[in-house]
């Protein structure tokens, strides 16, 4: 039940657009003791299925942008092969510093940011 | 477009792929501003357009992962169906909540978290 609560609380806070998904990661961490990895894991599946909805639904209605989404994807497989290899092979505690660092960049850019918008 | 907002976009989109894969989140809150600024697109194809380009970086990454074995498919599920219910019950709020005060709010609390996860 604490799983589907806290999958709830983060689920609100980022549907409100704030803090995308990072906001469910340090929830895992701390309510379920799960490990950074697997918190990782757990935030990048999870946005799948909904994702995967959103993007048939803004393609309908034609609101994503056909011609800059090519060089966009490319670059950022690549980008995630590179990132996601790191991070299965780092020392648990060296990657969460290094998301600890990402996670307080984003609360600053969240207090600075001033538009209300509806972010992934 | 500029070229060199064209190799930007290039740059954007590996940035966002790392950060992705190696924080597991994130690639979103890089790439709508960046795309705001970079092209003429509206905000609201920004976001949808970001949601496009993140969806198969989430599913390499998360194969990634799952490959090296981390992954626990017993708490994503409930996870999952937890966040689906949340962000719906989120985006109804959307416009019946000071977002803003909100935001600087969960900003401060993402500080936190961030501290709090050092020591």
Same mark, same amino acid.
């Given at each position: ?6 999958? *709830? ?15 469910l990661i340090p929830?895992l961490v701390f309510?379920l003791r799960v490990t950074q990895q697997i918190a990782q894991s757990i935030n990048? *599946?999870?946005?799948? !299925? ?8 803004? &393609?309908? &209605?034609? &609101?994503?942008?056909? &011609?800059?989404?090519? !060089?966009? *994807? ?13 991070a299965v #092979?780092l020392d648990p505690s060296v990657l969460k510093k290094i998301f600890s660092?990402f996670l ?9 940011? #001033?538009?209300?918008?509806?972010? !992934? | ?21 190696l924080c597991g989140s ?9 795309? =705001?600024?970079?092209?003429? =697109?509206?905000? +609201? +194809?920004? +976001?949808?357009?970001?949601?496009? =380009? ?11 992962y799952?490959?090296?074995?981390i ?7 409930? =996870? ?22 909100? /935001? ?10 961030a501290? /709090?996860m050092v020591?």
């Amino acid at each position: 039940m604490i799983e589907i609560l806290t999958g *709830i609380a983060a689920g609100i806070i980022g549907g409100m657009g704030i803090g995308g998904g990072t906001i469910l990661i340090p929830a895992l961490v701390f309510f379920l003791r799960v490990t950074q990895q697997i918190a990782q894991s757990i935030n990048l *599946i999870s946005f799948i !299925p909904a994702a995967s909805l959103a993007v048939y639904v803004h &393609n309908k &209605n034609g &609101n994503i942008e056909k &011609n800059i989404l090519i !060089p966009l *994807i490319i670059s950022g497989v690549i980008g995630a092969i590179v990132g996601s290899m790191a991070a299965v #092979k780092l020392d648990p505690s060296v990657l969460k510093k290094i998301f600890s660092g990402f996670l307080f960049i984003m609360g600053i850019y969240e207090i600075f940011s #001033k538009k209300a918008a509806k972010r !992934p | 477009m500029k070229p060199q907002n064209k190799i930007s976009l290039w740059i954007i989109g590996f940035l966002a792929g790392i950060f992705n894969g190696l924080c597991g989140s994130g690639g979103g809150t890089i790439l709508v501003p960046s795309l =705001v600024f970079l092209t003429n =697109v509206i905000d +609201h +194809h920004a +976001h949808a357009t970001a949601i496009a =380009v993140i969806l198969p970086l989430t599913i390499i990454s998360s194969l990634i992962y799952a490959k090296s074995g981390i992954i626990n498919i017993n708490i994503t599920i409930k =996870v999952t169906i937890g966040t689906i219910i949340g962000a719906y019950i989120g985006s109804k709020m959307l416009n019946k909540l000071p977002i803003n005060i909100l /935001r600087k709010l969960f900003g401060i609390f993402m500080i936190i978290a961030a501290i /709090r996860m050092v020591i």
